[in-house]
């Protein structure tokens, strides 16, 4: 059974950072392609970000470009969303999802197989 986990969201000020992690079971990491995907409750689902798996190419939205980096830690089989400059509009529920293909479709693929239970990440001061 394939799962995926989320850790790391809570609050966070206004410029402030927050690092989710993502670890799955059932499936290894390191062979799939992985993103973040968030969602406002009432709101479209948003696509941030993915790590490709063989190239381990990165994308990110144009709204999270240059505040939010994602890695692998191949050694772990984790993938981390380092989120820096945080605004009150990040706060959301963020979703670890992949769909087990080896390269990204694009930042702003929302239609993934797997998600994650989520975390919610709240901004304010």
């Known amino acids: 059974q394939v799962q995926l986990v989320e850790s790391g969201g809570g609050l966070a000020q206004p410029g402030g950072s927050l690092r989710l992690s993502c670890s799955g079971s059932?499936?290894?990491?390191?062979?799939?392609?992985v993103g973040w995907v968030r969602q406002v409750p009432g709101k479209e689902r948003e696509g941030l970000s993915c790590?490709?798996?063989?190239?381990?190419?990165?994308y990110y939205a144009d709204s999270v470009k240059g505040r939010f980096v994602i890695s692998r830690d191949y050694a772990t089989n984790t993938v981390t969303l380092q989120m820096s400059s945080l605004h009150p509009e990040d706060t959301a529920h963020y979703y670890c999802?992949?769909?087990?293909?080896?390269?990204?479709?694009?930042?702003?693929?929302?239609?993934?197989?797997?998600w994650g239970p989520g975390t919610p990440v709240t901004v304010s001061s």
């Open positions: 999802v992949t769909d087990r293909a080896r390269y990204c479709y694009s930042a702003e693929y929302v239609h993934y197989e797997y």
């Open positions: 059932g499936l290894n990491l390191n062979f799939w392609a």
């Open positions: 790590i490709g798996s063989v190239d381990a190419n990165t």
